[in-house]
């Protein structure tokens, strides 16, 4: 069964950076549509951002380009989220999600495999 553990939130001031990971089992990063979610109080259906199985394939919600940055090392079979410059309005839990196919997906509507989550808090 595909499963996937993310890691690496914390607690940073705004400004600050955190770099999040994604432990994928069950399949490998050249198998699966993958990216970073998400919730916020106004619900969004789009993913914060998301790769396909090619590493120019990628996709970054409006509110994070610039700031973020996704990538994967396909040796260790997982997925990194790098936030830079940090504001209150990202503090969340992120979540990694995937599923089994070729080409991008950018709604979390799409995505069946989840991981439980990582709190990320930022706070002066």
């Known amino acids: 069964q595909l499963q996937l553990v993310e890691s690496g939130g914390g607690l940073v001031q705004p400004g600050g950076s955190l770099k999040l990971s994604c432990a994928l089992s069950g399949a490998t990063l050249d198998d699966v549509a993958i990216g970073w979610f998400r919730h916020l109080p106004v619900a969004d259906h789009d993913g914060v951002s998301c790769?396909?199985?090619?590493?120019?394939?990628?996709y970054y919600a409006d509110s994070v380009k610039g700031r973020f940055t996704i990538s994967r090392d396909k040796a260790k079979n997982t997925l990194y989220l790098q936030m830079n410059s940090l504001k209150p309005e990202d503090t969340a839990v992120y979540y990694c999600a995937a599923r089994h196919t070729t080409i991008i997906y950018t709604t979390k509507d799409e995505y069946e495999f989840w991981g439980q989550g990582t709190q990320v808090t930022v706070s002066s």
């Open positions: 790769i396909g199985t090619t590493d120019d394939n990628t």
